[in-house]
Structures are given as structure tokens and as C-alpha cells.
């Protein structure tokens, strides 16, 4: 069975790892080919290339693009594109455009909740303000002991619905895929059981996505349970989707997978790298 982590995040977004450590990890899993997925972002690519590279392990450059879609955060992932690509870096940049007013908004609402200091303990952990993300006020919950599990952050303060969650619009399903096509990339809806909204709404994305040109959906990660699996395996099918996998690994003991230990696919699925190698 081929060892390959399509999903994978670091430090030029919010992983903890930098990018020559996260294929370190990979490579004492046994991961044979690997994808850097940081959000929005493709700084990291050159480094891990290189890692991989003297690692032995095939090496898939890829971003993850924050969309909006009908009110609603997805993420959109992007494998095989071409990370020089100036258009696409350029989208990139300004689809992270608003992270750090964001982030500021973040901290007065965590002040209103009684929890100072947020905006400062997330730039402490040593991140680029322009790529913050609530993973990052997770982390600094925890470590003021605000909260028991970054998860629980998320359930506390930072998920929609919550107080110090800041409504954000992202770029659009149509433009995402765009970018990623034209960069010469294959676009991948990221864990698909992670947004809460209803069957007919979930359908409705992948109607949309699949006349916009996407290729495939994640059916094994690490951001939604095993017990989804054979759901997603049997939506694929049914729309004609390639299938991925990838461990949406950040940072270690913050995850569901490890980077590099990433369940097979189910079976009779057509995988997204039927036709790389
Ligand atoms: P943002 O881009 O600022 O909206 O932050 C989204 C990031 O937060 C995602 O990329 C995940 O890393 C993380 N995240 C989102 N929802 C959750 C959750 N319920 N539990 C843990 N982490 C989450
Ligand atoms: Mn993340
Ligand atoms: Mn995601
Ligand atoms: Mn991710």
C-alpha cells in the first residue's frame, strides 16, 4: 500500500512545525509522497521540496484556499499546481488580505469575554500576522489555561456562532478553482464532514464544484472521523470524484492523524494520484 499524506500543514501557515521538520515527521512514518497544503499559502513549497527531495519522499505542492461559500467557511484544496504561478500567488496574498484586522477583532472580543492579551500571546508563538488564523487563539487559550483542549476553544469561543468568532468573506468556490486550474493544479473540497450544514446544501456544493471543474473530495482525513468514511466513498462514486487523503496534520498531539500515518482508501475508489506517477 502506497504511504501518501495529501493534506499537510506548517509554519508559513498555522502548523507548528517548519517545513523541513514536517517531512522529517513524514519520513519516520513511512510516507513516500507528501503535499503541502498550508492555507493560502505556498512560502513553504521551496523547503519542502528540497526536504523531500533528500528524504526520498515524492513531493505534491498544494495550497488550501479559504472560500466563502453561501455564508459558509470551506476550505479548497490545491495538489499538483505550479507555486510560481503569479496570478495565483498574487490571489493568494489577497485572500489573506484581512487576517490581521481579523485577528485584531479576535482579541478586543476575547478582552469582552474577560481574556486580555490574545492578539499579543498569538504574535509571541512567533507567527507572521498575515497568516493568522483562530487555530492560532486556540493554542493561545490553552496556554493560558483558559481553555482544556484547542478543540475546545474552538467550541467555547472561536466557532461560529461563538463570541469572539469575527465573520470573514473569503474568495468565492468559482475563483478558487480558478486559480488552482490555472496554475495547473487539481482542486479537492477538503474534509468534507467538517462543515455543518445540511445533506441538500452539501450536495448543492458538489453540483456546484463539479460543473466548476473540481476534480475530487477528501474521503479519508484527518479533520473528520473514520465513521464518515464510507459515506463520503459512496458520494465520490456517485458524482464521478477522484478520492483523497491527507492527515491535515498542524502540529503534534493537536491531531486526529499524524503526517505520514493516513489510513488507506476505501475501496473501488479512483484516487486523485491514479495518473501521477
Ligand atoms: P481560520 O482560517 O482563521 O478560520 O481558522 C481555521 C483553522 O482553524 C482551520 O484551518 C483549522 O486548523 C482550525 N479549526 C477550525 N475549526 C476547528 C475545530 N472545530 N477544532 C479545531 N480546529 C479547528
Ligand atoms: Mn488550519
Ligand atoms: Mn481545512
Ligand atoms: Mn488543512
New binding site residues.
Partial sequence: MLNIDLHSHSKCS?GMLMPQELVARAAANGAKVLALTD?DMVRGVVQAREACDRAGIRFVPGAEI?ITWCGR?IHIVGLQLDENNRELVANLDANRGGRIERAVEIGRRLEQQGIPGAYEGVLRQGVEPIVI???HF?RFLVEAKICTT??DA?EQYL?KGRPAYVFHEWTTLENAVSWIKNAGGIAVIAHPGRYDIPEKSLFALFDEFKQLGGAGIEVVTGSHGRDLYPYFTDLAKRYGFLASAGSDF?APEENYLDVGKVPPLPEGLKPVWHDWF
Fill in positions: 498555522d492555507h479559504s467557511s488564523s483562530r487555530k486556540s484547542t478543540t474552538f466557532k498542524h
